[in-house]
């Protein structure tokens, strides 16, 4: 996989984080909590609501669990971190285990930190990004989306009875060589995102489980901008992003 297969990885999440509301709407109390709370509910209700709680993000933080599975590896790899977010185009992946790293994107400037590697990288991706966050469609509802993707609904799983499953299977030829789809599960009582699964054309897929969801916190000033010990080569680059879609 390549640093920009995996770039495409990492913002397909943040487009499922940009899903949480600020509180529970009133269209969403309605929703049962039973397994059956996803039956029979039209996809035009669905996105209905998905506009509704697109409108409320400005700042997000979340854990995840990541895991990731490829027919180049034995068995699963497993990581786990948290995650921030500022609209319009300001991430960080802060990764825990099984290895520290920490991947920012702030004012169209990528840097990556590998502390254990004493290994650090940047690059100006502002084009590029902006680009991105628009096809993934953070900060825009439904009808911009299905501009890039075919939106349908699917079924959930017996993991996820009580979610609303959105399969989005990518229209732009672009899309349709990097990625087969993106599944992303939304809870049915509160609207977070649950989980996320990208299925890449190489056969991998990268599940996300989202944890601890919190909507519009108050985050620091400073948080994007990753701090580089004195002594600490930058390279020019961003394969960071590839290591983190593939957890290494």
């Given at each position: 996989?390549?640093?920009?297969?995996?770039?495409?990885?990492?913002?397909?999440?943040?487009?499922?984080?940009?899903?949480?509301?600020?509180?529970?709407p009133?269209?969403?109390?309605?929703?049962a909590?039973?397994?059956?709370?996803?039956a029979?509910?039209?996809?035009?209700?669905?996105?209905?609501?998905?506009?509704?709680v697109?409108?409320?993000?400005?700042t997000?933080?979340?854990?995840?669990?990541?895991?990731t599975?490829?027919p180049?590896l034995?068995?699963?790899?497993v990581?786990?971190?948290?995650?921030?977010?500022?609209?319009?185009?300001?991430?960080?992946?802060?990764?825990?285990?099984?290895?520290?790293?920490?991947?920012?994107?702030?004012?169209g400037?990528?840097?990556?930190?590998?502390?254990?590697?004493?290994?650090a990288?940047?690059?100006?991706?502002?084009?590029?990004?902006?680009?991105?966050?628009?096809?993934?469609?953070?900060?825009?509802?439904?009808?911009?989306?299905?501009?890039y993707?075919?939106?349908?609904l699917?079924?959930?799983?017996?993991?996820?009875?009580?979610?609303?499953?959105?399969?989005?299977?990518p229209?732009?030829r672009?899309?349709?060589?990097?990625?087969?789809?993106?599944?992303?599960?939304?809870?049915?009582?509160?609207?977070l995102?649950?989980?996320?699964?990208?299925?890449?054309?190489?056969?991998?897929?990268?599940e996300?489980?989202?944890?601890?969801?919190?909507?519009n916190?108050d985050?620091a000033?400073?948080?994007?901008?990753v701090?580089?010990?004195?002594?600490?080569?930058?390279?020019?680059?961003?394969?960071?992003?590839?290591?983190?879609?593939?957890?290494?």
């Amino acid at each position: 996989m390549t640093g920009r297969r995996g770039a495409f990885a990492l913002l397909v999440i943040v487009l499922c984080a940009s899903f949480a509301p600020a509180k529970e709407p009133k269209a969403a109390k309605s929703a049962a909590a039973a397994p059956a709370a996803t039956a029979g509910i039209p996809l035009a209700d669905v996105l209905s609501r998905f506009d509704l709680v697109q409108a409320q993000v400005r700042t997000l933080s979340a854990e995840f669990v990541q895991t990731t599975r490829s027919p180049l590896l034995k068995d699963p790899v497993v990581a786990k971190g948290q995650f921030y977010l500022t609209k319009p185009a300001s991430v960080l992946w802060e990764y825990t285990s099984p290895e520290p790293m920490r991947f920012a994107v702030d004012a169209g400037e990528y840097t990556g930190y590998f502390p254990a590697r004493k290994k650090a990288e940047k690059r100006d991706v502002k084009r590029w990004s902006e680009q991105l966050f628009r096809y993934f469609g953070l900060g825009q509802g439904s009808t911009e989306l299905g501009k890039y993707y075919g939106i349908a609904l699917g079924d959930p799983g017996t993991d996820d009875t009580s979610s609303y499953l959105l399969v989005l299977s990518p229209k732009k030829r672009s899309f349709k060589k990097k990625f087969d789809e993106v599944k992303l599960w939304v809870s049915a009582t509160t609207w977070l995102p649950v989980r996320v699964d990208y299925i890449g054309k190489d056969g991998g897929e990268h599940e996300i489980r989202f944890v601890n969801t919190r909507l519009n916190p108050d985050l620091a000033a400073g948080l994007y901008q990753v701090k580089i010990p004195a002594g600490v080569p930058i390279t020019n680059g961003f394969s960071g992003l590839d290591a983190a879609a593939r957890t290494h």
